[in-house]
């Protein structure tokens, strides 16, 4: 399980969301609080990531994948499953106990380095980190009986995630793609 931070995405009808608390923790102690775990990467900003691991690692593992989307034209599903090769490859890399979750407005994805890319049963929400259970049950409850539009819903989520994981905050940030904005 990755301590230390909650990532939730959301494929809703008017807009991908991606929202991530700002905690970073050593053990048992607080580091930061307002740390971005999140990114709009990709042409034009299209694609949104976000990473549950280690800060280094992440600079290195959303660059890693940036290319690969670069390579791939902006086509997330090539990106995503070039990326999982090159990071199942790196025999470093390979080793992290890291996971990211990437989306555009046509797929969310699930990416870690045993090589897995998983797209949700839902096809619109996913979580990765500490709080990514909690987060996940409550956007899947906000989803089903909510009337929150994308971005509420997933501040909400880990809003909640906040009030029961003790490595999530309430420091949270948001990235959105939205159809017509």
Not at 16 to 39: E, P
Not at 105 to 121: A, K, Q
Not at 142 to 170: H, M, R
Request: hydrophobic share 40%; glycine share 10%.
């Amino acid at each position: 399980m990755f301590k230390a931070t909650t990532i939730l995405a959301y494929k809703g009808k008017n807009g991908s969301i991606i929202g991530g608390d700002g905690q970073v923790t050593f053990g048992n102690t607080v580091l930061k609080g307002t740390a971005t775990k999140i990114r709009k990467i990709g042409k034009d900003g299209k694609v949104l990531a976000g990473f549950a691991g280690s800060t280094t690692d992440a600079f290195n593992l959303f660059d890693m994948f940036e290319k690969c989307l670069g390579s791939a034209k902006n086509d997330l599903l090539k990106a995503a499953v070039d990326f999982s090769k090159e990071w199942r490859k790196d025999k470093y890399l390979r080793k992290l106990e890291a996971m990211m979750l990437v989306l555009d407005r046509e797929h969310i994805f699930l990416l870690s380095g045993v090589g897995d890319v998983v797209e949700p049963d839902d096809g619109k929400i996913a979580a990765i980190g500490s709080g990514g259970n909690y987060a996940l049950s409550a956007a899947r409850a906000l989803d089903k009986f909510g009337n929150l539009n994308e971005e509420e819903l997933v501040k909400e989520s880990l809003k909640i995630a906040s009030e029961i994981c003790i490595y999530t905050n309430n420091h949270i940030k948001t990235y959105a793609i939205w159809d017509n904005k």
